[in-house]
């Protein structure tokens, strides 16, 4: 993949990070109104923050198959695959999972052990910490359960070359979402059977479009990315409509998919000068995505102990202040917890594997 691509691919990921810890911020700022007596209004623009889950999956399945392409008809090749995966994910989300736990004992309600155990094997589980939704304690973790789960069935349906591979996942995961919508299945397979999980298996399809070398020409990228615009600011056209199930795979997912299909499908160009901010917002996305809840929790809980003045003014600040707060904490975090811890995983790993 050229280096112009890799960009792209990271400036989304920042991105989608960005989304995702915008929106909790407006959440968290919306409910220290409510603990402080201040009824305040939720703009719709918040909601749309929501996308960068999908543009997380799309991403990861178009990942996936590049990143994997030398495992393909290897000996070893799941055992591989399956311990970068691990690699990956675990050690920053348990680490999240333990403050979460160590935070809770302190300001209860603390997550029983069920809870804990599910959410550590990235199963499905209604936490007693949710009011009876299907979140782990560290809630941004329900996405993991679907890439936990998405990484499986890859590593299940892994062939000798890409496209067999991509081909057998998507198959895989047709049927567990057709069984979901025609069966009334136990959890966590109700879970797991949401039509979310196509977006990372339309990711992968999007890997094999770019590996058969198409491009967009500039007028249909244009198209594409007024059409991805389009359907990811739908909630300010449609207030109030039920993003999930199927309308968000269409609005969000679609709109994902049409957003990193117009950043990749294009010829190569020189790279900018801003190559190193996007590289490096690319790195720290997972460490954003992972620290953003617990410094928000930190935050309100501070704001709401000191009894500060709140407002519609205050509630701004307090949103700024927690999203750079979280950006702080994500590059302290990337720096000296997940890159070093990720290096030396590896490289135990690498003779083995």
Not at 127 to 145: D, M
Not at 179 to 188: F, N, T
């Amino acid at each position: 993949m050229s280096q112009e691509r890799i960009v792209a691919i990271q400036a989304l990921r920042f991105i989608a990070a960005i989304a995702v810890a915008g929106m909790h911020a407006e959440i968290f700022a919306f409910w220290l109104g409510q603990f402080v007596g201040v009824g305040l209004e939720r703009p719709a623009l918040a909601a749309i923050g929501n996308f960068g889950v999908d543009l997380f999956f799309v991403i990861s399945g178009f990942v996936i198959v590049l990143s994997s392409e030398k495992l393909f008809g290897k000996a070893g090749a799941v055992r591989t695959f399956a311990l970068r995966r691990i690699i990956r994910v675990v050690p920053l989300y348990w680490a999240g999972l333990l403050f979460v736990l160590l935070w809770s004992l302190r300001f209860p309600p603390a997550p029983d052990w069920q809870s804990m155990v599910h959410a550590m094997l990235f199963v499905p589980y209604a936490s007693n910490t949710a009011h009876g939704r299907i979140v782990p304690p560290l809630e941004v973790g329900w996405t993991l359960n679907f890439e936990m789960l998405f990484y499986f069935v890859v590593a299940l349906a892994m062939a000798k070359d890409a496209s067999a591979t991509v081909r057998r996942t998507a198959f895989i995961l047709f049927l567990l979402v057709l069984a979901g919508s025609l069966l009334d299945l136990p959890q966590p397979l109700a879970n797991w059977s949401s039509p979310i999980i196509l977006e990372l298996s339309g990711g992968t399809m999007l890997a094999l479009i770019y590996r058969g070398g198409w491009q967009f020409q500039p007028r249909v990228r244009l198209c594409a990315l007024a059409l991805a615009a389009s359907l990811l600011l739908s909630p300010l056209v449609m207030p109030g409509a039920d993003m999930s199930g199927w309308l968000r795979v269409l609005f969000w997912g679609g709109g994902s998919w049409l957003l990193l299909a117009a950043m990749v499908l294009v010829p190569t160009r020189s790279g900018g000068s801003d190559a190193r901010f996007w590289n490096f917002g690319g790195d720290i996305s997972y460490a954003l995505y992972i620290v953003h809840m617990p410094v928000m929790m930190v935050s309100q809980m501070v704001w709401r102990h000191f009894r500060l003045p709140y407002g519609a003014t205050e509630e701004a600040i307090f949103v700024v202040l927690v999203l750079v707060m979280s950006l702080v904490a994500a590059v302290i975090v990337h720096l000296l917890f997940e890159r070093p811890l990720s290096q030396w995983l590896r490289s135990r790993v690498a003779p083995i594997a």
